[in-house]
Nanobody
Framework: QVQLVESGGGLVQAGGSLRLSCATS????????MAWFRQASGKEREFVAT????????SYADSAKGRFTISRDNAKNTVYLQMNSLKPEDTAVYYC??????????????????WGQGTQVTVSS
């Protein structure tokens, strides 16, 4: 059974930082491109960042560039999202996702095979 479990969310003041983690099990982690998406209340789920299976390629949404960093540890089957300089508009439920793909993950949520349950990030002004 494949599981993706996010952690690290919480309440933080604007300008602060959080590091999200997504621990996976039940899949061959190195075979998957990984991504982070987020969904704010009343809005559609949107792409945040993706990383290739080996970690050498990364892509970010414009809203995340320069502030967020996606990384992975294939020995720990875990993907991370370091979020700095957080803004109130970053408030959302953050989801990790896995796509069995030899390359960089898609920006389209429907391309992904597996999803976590999400972790809430709230940024206060």
């Amino acid at each position: 059974q494949v599981q993706l479990v996010e952690s690290g969310g919480g309440l933080v003041q604007a300008g602060g930082s959080l590091r999200l983690s997504c621990a996976t099990s039940g899949l061959t982690f190195r075979d998957y491109a990984m991504a982070w998406f987020r969904q704010a209340s009343g809005k559609e789920r949107e792409f945040v960042a993706t990383i290739s299976w080996g970690g050498s390629r990364r892509s970010y949404a414009d809203s995340a560039k320069g502030r967020f960093t996606i990384s992975r540890d294939n020995a720990k089957n875990t993907v991370y999202l370091q979020m700095n300089s957080l803004k109130p508009e970053d408030t959302a439920v953050y989801y990790c996702a896995a796509d069995r793909l030899d390359g960089l993950g898609s920006r389209q949520s429907y391309e992904y095979d597996y999803w976590g349950q999400g972790t809430q990030v709230t940024v206060s002004s």
